[in-house]
């Protein structure tokens, strides 16, 4: 797994407060990635990172930002939370001589009331 | 919109079958096709990858067939086992023009039945 964690790993919250979850990378990769899973649409990609305070937009990044200020750490925030981001959210990380993701991390539950 | 599409969505094996899992893309700027595996409450796995100038690519039981004319490409598992139960996934990525960022399929939930 790369040493990837993913924290929290189940989160309830309330919909309008927001919400961090953070990627924590062992391996000093430079590109770090933030995906969505629900049933029915597979994994989409929410944003990208390709270096310290190096990020871009993937195409579901509505209501959702993000920071990279240590190449070891990858946060994803929702601003406002919304029913619609209950969601499995999966952080991955590209190895060096890799031409995509190429490790997941666990995964993080996320549900909003 | 999807950029990758695949099928079928769900699929039933006797054990010592052969699966197959197929998926076809519009963007010809694709360059890199893996597969992923995905076993529940886990995240997805790296199972194998194809670059479009090679028709084949075989690693075990699992091959890819890539049809660059046809812009589809399939997974083949060979001698299918009860523990090849999981949800596979097809992606595909421009590379660095998108930051290697996977755009996926929806997903085969594949049963392997004894």
């Known amino acids: 797994d790369a040493g990837i964690t993913q924290s929290p790993r189940h989160k309830v919250t309330e919909t309008g407060t927001p919400v961090t979850l953070r990627c924590h990378q062992t391996?000093?990769?430079?590109?770090m990635y933030w995906y969505r899973q629900d049933p029915g649409h597979g994994l989409r990609l929410i944003h990208y990172s390709y270096g310290v305070k190096d990020t871009d937009k993937g195409e579901v990044s509505d209501g959702y930002s993000v920071s990279r200020s240590k190449t070891e750490d990858f946060l994803l925030t929702l601003e406002s939370a919304t029913s619609s981001q209950t969601s499995v959210y999966f952080c991955a990380i590209k190895g060096a001589g890799s031409s995509g993701a190429e490790f997941f991390g666990p995964g993080t539950r996320l549900t909003v009331l | 919109q999807q950029q990758v599409k695949q099928s079928p969505q769900s699929l039933i094996v006797q054990k010592g079958g052969i699966s197959i899992i197929n998926c076809a893309y519009e963007?010809?700027?694709?360059?890199?096709f893996p597969w992923y595996q995905q076993f529940p409450g886990k995240g997805p796995a790296l199972l194998i990858a194809i670059r479009p100038d090679v028709s084949e690519k075989k690693e075990g039981r699992f091959t890819i067939s890539f049809n660059k004319s046809a812009k589809q490409f399939s997974l083949h598992i060979m001698d299918s086992q009860p523990g090849d139960s999981a949800t596979y996934f097809c992606a595909a990525t421009r590379g660095l023009n998108s930051g290697y960022a996977l755009n996926f399929g929806k997903g085969t939930s594949l049963l392997v039945t004894p």
């Open positions: 963007n010809t700027a694709f360059d890199y």
């Open positions: 391996e000093n990769h430079r590109y």
